[in-house]
């Protein structure tokens, strides 16, 4: 059953959460994870795979690089789910 | 040739005995023991011969952020704890960052990372494997930690040779500071290598205890029944400083470092060359090549790391040096509480006999029973006392490859 984006974003919070100690409730969907966040490239992978595994779906590495808000990767998970 | 005063400034450490300097060396001169059974899965499940070994007091999560245990091998764990700790004992030295510099070591580096990279691949496949892994398990990870941390820019440099690995960080240092190269050294070693195929690899090879049911008598150096090291982890860290930019600061100075020195025998893969000279030319090269005098030496922190080849080759090479004179210097043998923290060993031993200098005491060799005839040496199994006066001390460390390595220290005295 696909989440919804809510649902996604929570899920995702706790991944960025368990990788960089940053609050939860700070990834919010407008958030660059770069600019805002200070999420480097090697965090950002660890994330990508384990949101592959939380969510069950395939984030093609070529993907990553458009995923640079909150948003994008949101949508993206929501969309590869359906 | 002109020689620069050098003196250690800071001192820092995490190990078997204590999650600081301080309560390490107060740990080691109660007498206490590190070693303690395994709690490891690993050790039931592939019934690994030895099953215990000296861990670390304070575990390294216990201290450093969720961060930056999730992004540091253990081994760079311990080295940054103990770095800065030594840093703010040092009073964190106002240097320009590109007059800093990292002298680190480590036997294995992370081996822990690399073992549990290919568990993950075996198990869930390439795309589980963290990207952080090569980072984390290269040698010169702890080096880096430390000087991102520091903010040092004249250099992180690794040295890697074995149990010898430290100790050589530290003649390096005292090198580098001789030669201009930085007003201020963060110095030291570290390893975290308590782990299933480390654990099964030394004792193939014989080098372990086996003293499964007695772990805190299992290290006994220069005792006649001793059986192997007791392996350890852990790091320490010496802040090393030319005394001028110690001065200029108005710094406490624990001791003058008088030199260090590193030689190879040339001889044979993991066992000491039964003649020791080159070892005993590190002890005389250490010493002698700022000008002081082997008679001067008052205090020894052996390498004796209760194997049965070891310590007696550690013994001969001590009579070339010392001669008839040997009987009469204090020694002391601190893995026997310690256990062997490989690249990690020389820098506690370095800093027990830069606290020994300090205090003007020699730290007790615990387990002693019965001392091997074959090695009449003056062993300290109470702390100590060594008297007023000008002191010298050497701390000795040897490794597999034929590595020696020998750092000299004495009472600063102005």
Request: aromatic share 6%; charged share 20%; hydrophobic share 45%.
């Amino acid at each position: 059953m696909a989440l919804s984006n809510e649902e996604v974003l929570a899920g995702l919070a706790e991944l960025i959460t368990d990788e960089t100690g940053i609050a939860a409730d700070t990834v919010e969907l407008d958030k660059s994870f770069t600019d805002d966040l200070d999420i480097d490239s090697i965090s950002m992978m660890t994330i990508v795979v384990n949101a592959e595994e939380k969510f069950d779906v395939k984030i093609p590495d070529d993907e990553v690089k458009n995923l640079k808000t909150v948003n994008d990767a949101v949508t993206f998970i929501v969309k590869a789910q359906a | 040739m002109t020689t620069t005063r050098i003196v250690v400034t800071g001192i820092g450490a995490t190990t078997p005995l204590g999650g600081t300097a301080a309560e390490s060396w107060t740990n080691l001169l109660a007498g206490a023991s590190g070693a303690r059974t395994l709690e490891h899965d690993w050790v039931a499940q592939y019934e690994v011969p030895v099953t215990f070994a000296a861990s670390a007091a304070v575990p390294a999560a216990d201290v450093l952020e969720r961060r930056e245990v999730k992004r540091l091998d253990p081994s760079s764990q311990f080295a940054l704890i103990a770095a800065r700790e030594a840093w703010a004992d040092a009073g964190a030295p106002g240097v320009e960052p590109e007059r800093l510099l990292v002298d680190w070591a480590t036997g294995i580096g992370g081996v822990w990372t690399l073992l549990d990279a290919w568990d993950t691949l075996r198990e869930r496949g390439p795309r589980r494997v963290l990207p952080m892994t090569v980072p984390m398990l290269m040698p010169n990870g702890p080096a880096a930690a430390i000087g991102m941390d520091l903010g040092a820019r004249g250099g992180e440099r690794t040295v890697v040779s074995a149990c010898a690995s430290s100790t050589e960080s530290i003649a390096n240092a005292y090198d580098h500071l001789q030669a201009g190269l930085a007003d201020v050294v963060v110095a030291g070693g570290s390893e975290a290598a308590i782990h299933a195929l480390p654990v099964s690899a030394f004792a193939a090879m014989q080098a372990l205890s086996k003293r499964n049911d007695e772990p805190a008598t299992a290290s006994r150096p220069y005792d006649v029944s001793r059986d192997g090291f007791v392996l350890g982890e852990g790091a320490a860290a010496l802040v090393l400083e030319t005394l001028e930019h110690a001065q200029a600061r108005g710094a406490r100075i624990y001791a003058e470092v008088v030199g260090g020195a590193v030689t190879s025998d040339a001889y044979h893969i993991t066992a000491p060359d039964p003649e020791g000279s080159a070892a005993a030319r590190a002890m005389i090269t250490a010493v002698e090549n700022s000008g002081a005098s082997l008679d001067d030496v008052a205090h020894i922190n052996a390498h004796a790391t209760s194997t049965p080849v070891g310590d007696i080759a550690e013994y001969n090479a001590l009579r070339r040096v010392f001669g008839e004179r040997l009987g009469s210097i204090p020694v002391s043998a601190t893995k026997a509480s310690t256990g062997h923290l490989l690249g990690g060993a020389g820098a506690i031993e370095a800093l027990f006999t830069v606290k020994a200098l300090h205090e003007r005491v020699a730290p007790p060799t615990i387990n002693l029973v019965e001392q091997d005839p074959e090695i009449p040496l003056d062993v300290v199994t109470e702390p100590r006392p060594l008297g007023d006066g000008p002191l010298l001390a050497i701390s000795n460390s040897f490794g597999f490859g034929g590595h020696n390595a020998v750092a000299a220290f004495r009472t600063f005295e102005d």
